[in-house]
């Protein structure tokens, strides 16, 4: 947990002080109250750090909201608060939702969580799998995601687009840029 490591300092609490300040508790506590919609279950939704990570560290939560919206994905929900089994539920967690759809640039690292290393990797994570709740029927947040627009053209249609002049459909009336300088010029 958090409190088995030695307080960082220089370069590396700069750099957490960083990770620390993208965190947005108006984010953190959309994500809780969606969690809550979903799971029926009656926890504090407070955006607050301290809140947010007391009420995901075990990974529990987690593993029963994915549970709902994609129905035995979590075989076992450890109860146990061993350090090893939270992080186990927390895997658990982060395997299913990359099966779910959330792209692994916007998941986070079991230490992010269970050290508290970087709640806004969470909170990324939380809102990524939010968007994908009509998927599974279930509310959503966030901006709903684009769908696919495939297009497909005729072999006719595409030969007719190789007859037009490009220059964005104009014309350039026989000038070039062959006299323009960018910048001052180089003395010699």
Same mark, same amino acid.
Request: with cysteine.
């Given at each position: 947990?958090?409190?088995?490591?030695?307080?960082?300092s220089?370069?590396a609490a700069?750099?957490q002080?960083k990770i620390?300040s993208k965190?947005?508790?108006e984010?953190?506590?959309?994500?809780?109250?969606w969690v809550?919609?979903i799971?029926n279950?009656?926890?504090?939704?407070s955006?607050?750090?301290d809140?947010?990570?007391?009420?995901l560290k075990?990974?529990q939560l987690?593993c &029963?909201?994915?549970?709902i919206m994609?129905?035995?994905?979590?075989?076992?929900?450890n109860q146990?608060t061993m350090?090893f089994?939270?992080?186990?539920?927390?895997?658990?967690?982060l395997?299913i939702? &990359?099966?779910?759809?959330?792209?692994a640039?916007?998941?986070f690292?079991t230490?992010d969580?269970?050290? &508290?290393q970087n709640?806004?990797?969470?909170?990324?994570?939380l809102?990524?799998l939010? &968007?994908?709740?009509?998927?599974?029927g279930?509310?959503?947040?966030?901006?709903?995601?684009?769908?696919k627009?495939v297009r497909n053209f005729?072999?006719e249609q595409?030969?007719?687009g190789?007859g037009?002049?490009?220059?964005?459909?104009?014309?350039n009336?026989g000038?070039?840029?062959s006299?323009i300088n960018?910048g001052?010029?180089?003395?010699?």
């Amino acid at each position: 947990m958090a409190n088995n490591r030695a307080t960082k300092s220089g370069f590396a609490a700069e750099a957490q002080r960083k990770i620390n300040s993208k965190y947005s508790e108006e984010l953190a506590q959309e994500s809780l109250e969606w969690v809550r919609a979903i799971t029926n279950e009656d926890f504090n939704t407070s955006g607050d750090v301290d809140n947010f990570y007391e009420t995901l560290k075990d990974g529990q939560l987690l593993c &029963r909201l994915v549970n709902i919206m994609k129905p035995g994905s979590v075989k076992k929900i450890n109860q146990s608060t061993m350090a090893f089994k939270c992080m186990e539920n927390i895997n658990a967690f982060l395997e299913i939702a &990359r099966q779910m759809g959330v792209p692994a640039q916007e998941t986070f690292q079991t230490v992010d969580l269970w050290e &508290r290393q970087n709640l806004n990797s969470v909170v990324i994570c939380l809102q990524s799998l939010g &968007r994908k709740g009509s998927q599974f029927g279930q509310p959503s947040i966030g901006p709903k995601e684009a769908e696919k627009n495939v297009r497909n053209f005729t072999e006719e249609q595409l030969k007719a687009g190789q007859g037009v002049i490009s220059l964005q459909y104009g014309s350039n009336k026989g000038a070039t840029q062959s006299g323009i300088n960018f910048g001052n010029t180089r003395h010699m």
